[in-house]
Each structure stands twice: as structure tokens, then as C-alpha cells.
């Protein structure tokens, strides 16, 4: 009986990130994708707003909705991973470099434990990041957690706008989420 319900819970898995590619997949023939994988949608080509919510590691709760009218950029990781951990400096600097403008940061740490996430946290990052050990929020946005590092940008109106698949540097990053910053609203919206 436990193994039936162990092969019942991997195949749902498999079948939620073969489904989550093939979602991925539509997003990128609609948007232009750079020559290092960057997606990149176009104001009229980006979908609605995702729901993002959940616990904070450090606890609380946290809406995403709650950022509507900022830039948000949002960086799913794990402290088992080592371009994670790369990432993490550029990552702070670009937030300390945009935070003035309108922009601001959430991680999403996945598949982990609570004390591994806090430790890997502590010295490295200072913004909230969301606790989510099962990769329902990755997978919400087509993030297949075997793709991480993955940071998405969240456009003013909460859409998504840039997708990147890969560890991030302070170079690359910072000008995309600029642009974005820059981006006057459609209007009506806040």
C-alpha cells in the first residue's frame, strides 16, 4: 500500500511539471527570448497577475498583491544550490541599488527545510523571502523547480513580465529591472 501511494505521488509530480513545461513553453513563442534565455514580454503580451502568497521563513504572511503599483522581482531558491548561493550578492545589490525606484524583492525558497533556508539567508539577503518546501508557487508560474535559480519580474500591474531560467548577475539584472521600473502603467490601472 505505501508503495502505490509513494508512485501515486511521483507520478502527480511528473505529471505537474511535464504540464508546467508545456505552459512554460507557450509563454516563450509569445514573448521574445534573448540569446541567453531571457523572456521578455512585451506590456500587450504579458498575462495577469499571478497569486502569490504564503508564510514568510521568518513567519507572517505575505501577498504579492499587497506590492501592486512596484516593480517586483521574485527569485525562487534553495540553499542546496550552489548557483543560489552565486546569485545571492547580486541579487542584494541590485534590490539596495532599485529600491528607491519603486522596486522591490521576494524569494521564494523551495524544496527545503526551515533551518537551512534561515541559515542561508542570514548575512546574505535582506529582503522577505516565502517559505514554500513543496513548489506549489514555482510551479504556479511555470517555474519547474529543477530550474532553479529562476527569478520572474513582476510588472507594475503585477504581470509578469521578464523570466529568467538561470543564475543572475548584478550587470544583467539591474538594467532589465530599470526597464521595467521605467514602464509607465496602462491606463486606469494604479
Known sequence: MRARRWTAGLLATVAAVALAGCTSQSQEKACAT????VIECAPDQRSGPPKISGELLTGGSYDVSQARGQVVVINFWGSWCAPCRAEADDLEATYQATKGSGVTFLGINIQDSKDKALAFEEGRVTYPSLFDPPSRLALALDIPPNTIPATV?????????????????????QPIVERIAAEQPASGSR
Open 34 to 37: 534573448t540569446t541567453d534565455g
Open 153 to 173: 519580474v513582476l510588472d507594475r500591474e503585477g504581470r509578469t513580465a521578464v523570466v529568467i531560467r538561470a543564475a543572475v548577475k548584478q550587470e544583467g539584472l
